[in-house]
């Protein structure tokens, strides 16, 4: 169910810088950014053009949703922006996230196979089609069980719009406090969005040696 859209990014920490070296900029995203800027005015202020009032030569080489925060590379030169452009096209990155959603999600673990495609009478949402849907692969392993919760750990093997909020939600288990997705009582059972980059892994565009990253779970 679509809820009212309302945008009132967070000011601090305004460029939480994770690493930067000649070629790439780490950031960890905080919940409630906007990883690009949007078409209206109001929604200027974004992760993109914080960093690039550091960083000029700064450019976005994949997102996170607003209310996702974590682990995210921006490209320093174009050399660099295009090598790992080509990485996450590719697939040849590793990306580990950490959600906490409603109930027990068993078994400990699993695999979500289900494609997925834009629900256009409803956008920005996405749905499971397994007719006209892209491929869309998602791993899960339990870490903990709450009351009435659990804490689990997310592979995304491909990198659709909201892949693991739509997965989640189709196996009965919506993230916590997701506008998008999650019923009422899910929706409000958490103060923001309960997902989160846990980790990033690439080659680096400059020395073609693995790197990877970590950004602590806030939740």
């Known amino acids: 169910m679509l809820r009212p859209f309302t945008y009132d990014p967070p000011a601090t920490p305004v460029l939480p810088v994770i690493h930067a070296d000649d070629a790439i900029l780490v950031l960890d995203k905080p919940a409630g950014l906007l990883t690009v800027p949007g078409k209206d005015p109001s929604l200027a202020d974004c992760l993109e053009s914080r960093a690039q009032q550091d960083y000029p030569s700064a450019r976005i080489v994949h997102r996170l949703d607003k209310d996702t925060s974590g682990v995210i590379v921006l490209g320093l030169t174009a050399k660099a922006h295009a ?65 009435n919760a659990t804490r689990v750990r997310l592979v995304p093997e491909t990198g659709r719009s909201h892949q693991l909020r739509v997965h989640m939600h189709h196996l009965g288990h919506a993230i916590l406090g997701d506008n998008l997705y999650a019923g009422d009582a899910d929706l409000n059972a958490a103060p923001r969005l309960q997902l989160h980059a846990l980790s990033l892994g690439f080659r680096h565009p400059e020395t073609g040696v693995n790197c990877a990253f970590e950004a602590p779970c806030p939740f």
């Open 83 to 147: 090598h790992l452009g080509l990485q996450f096209e590719k697939r040849q990155t590793s990306k580990t996230y950490v959600a906490r959603v409603a109930g027990r999600l068993a078994p400990e673990t699993g695999i979500v196979d289900a494609p997925i495609t834009t629900d256009w009478p409803n956008r920005p949402m996405q749905h499971i089609d397994r007719i006209n849907g892209r491929p869309a692969v998602t791993r899960w392993t339990v870490e903990t069980y709450e009351h």
